[in-house]
């Protein structure tokens, strides 16, 4: 997810902690604490994004790919972090008050630091993109196919009772300026249909209004059910328009073999989805994208957006589209070209650890090899040039299985 996100995450989870703890057999006020827990609590919600002062952004594409949602990415070093923070925490609040926090303190900050770090791995396996949470004892990638990177319902649900529980100026303006952002963006980019912005202003407004009419226990629990609800739904409309596209496939080509199909909502729209198919028939492997609707009978897919990003280099798709299924894009090659590049190129081997619907284009001695998710056809961040033949292998390749282990042979 994106880090304004994860930064949310990390204040809801500050402050339904102490309420919690407020609430406990030992009721205990977390107040004095104040903003050392938030700032530490929003720092532990985004610790693992770290890894991009190492995997770079601007520098090569094929580091950012392995090491981006790399190692940082793991529960082990998730819970690793989450430690080196407390033990920083308590050394700042140990200078600042000239005592170390109380044991109570103390446990209720790691509790709460380790919740943050933890829920960086959760919201990040929601997307299409993945997580290898399970490191080193699964290497292979996770995928929750049900958020979109960006999803401003998950900030209309929870920002309003942010604002009614901050107790200092600065937070309630910075916190409002997150939700009229998040609101003014919504508004403006095509990703949003015009009824998803609609939807959104009136339930910003509603969440402002719950906010302010419940207490500060109830507010904190609906906003927790609201972000719960949102990745819910959003969870069951993928879900659902994943099934329509299984049925369509099998109804048009009842020979090809499903290995994946890669689901996306639009951003704030559970109705409109993106999807993605990886399909091998006999020798021939091929790739198709889709707009699918979770309920055509309200919305065809046809009405729906698609983002430009996706499959934007694929010829278009000769499938008959139907009411919940509208095809878009296709490319197929044979798969025996794929094998032997990950077989003889060792840079292609790695950039497979982390593509999971692969796209290539040979000329000469190089391979045009890139990610349907994010282009493929060479202007896609995970789109690089990798020789045809190489044994010599990048630097520090990670262990990740690649996704499509499943068409590289042994
Ligand atoms: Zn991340």
Redesign the pocket.
């Known amino acids: 997810?994106d880090n304004v996100t994860h930064s949310v995450a990390g204040l809801l989870l500050a402050e339904s902690m102490a309420r919690l703890r407020a609430r406990g057999p030992n009721p205990e006020s977390s107040a004095h604490l104040g903003a050392t827990a938030a700032i530490a609590s929003i720092v532990a919600a985004n610790l693992?994004?770290a890894d991009l002062f190492y995997s770079g952004i601007g520098g090569s594409r094929l580091r950012y790919m392995l090491h981006h949602?790399g190692y940082t990415?793991t529960v082990v070093i998730a819970v690793l972090g989450a430690v080196v923070l407390w033990a920083l925490v308590s050394l700042f609040l140990r200078w600042r008050r000239r005592a170390w926090p109380g044991r109570s303190d103390s446990r209720w900050l790691l509790a709460l630091l380790l919740a943050g770090t933890l829920s960086?791995l959760v919201l990040?396996w929601t997307n299409s993109y993945g997580v290898h949470p399970f490191w080193p004892f699964d290497d292979r990638w996770r995928y929750g196919d049900a958020v979109f990177i960006v999803e401003p319902w998950l900030w209309i649900v929870a920002v309003p009772a942010l604002v009614a529980a901050s107790t200092t100026h600065i937070a309630r303006v910075l916190l409002s300026l997150v939700l009229l952002a998040g609101l003014g963006v919504a508004w403006r980019v095509n990703a949003v249909s015009t009824g998803a912005a609609i939807a959104l202003t009136v339930g910003a407004a509603l969440s402002v209004a719950l906010a302010r009419v419940l207490r500060a226990d109830g507010r904190i629990v609906a906003a927790i059910a609201g972000w719960v609800a949102v990745t819910l739904i959003m969870a069951a409309g993928s879900a659902t328009a994943r099934t329509a596209v299984l049925r369509t496939i099998h109804e048009l080509d009842p020979a090809a073999e499903v290995l994946d199909v890669v689901m996306s909502p639009m951003p704030a729209n559970a109705v409109c989805m993106s999807a993605i198919t990886v399909e091998r028939s006999g020798p021939t492997y091929r790739v198709t994208t889709a707009r699918v609707s979770s309920v055509p009978s309200f919305a065809a897919a046809a009405r729906c957006g698609q983002r430009a990003s996706v499959g934007s280099s694929l010829g278009p798709s000769t499938r008959r589209s139907t009411a919940a299924v509208q095809w878009g894009g296709e490319w197929a090659a044979p798969s025996a070209e794929l094998e032997a590049l990950a077989r003889e190129s060792c840079p292609a081997l790695a950039a497979m650890r982390f593509i999971r619907v692969p796209m290539w284009t040979a000329a000469g001695d190089s391979v045009l090899l890139g990610d349907v998710r994010y282009g493929g056809g060479g202007g896609g961040f995970a789109d690089v040039h990798v020789p045809r033949r190489s044994a010599g292998c990048p630097p520090a390749v990670p262990p990740w299985v690649p996704p499509r282990a499943d068409l590289l042979g042994s």
């Open positions: 997810m693992p994004d949602r990415h960086h990040d």
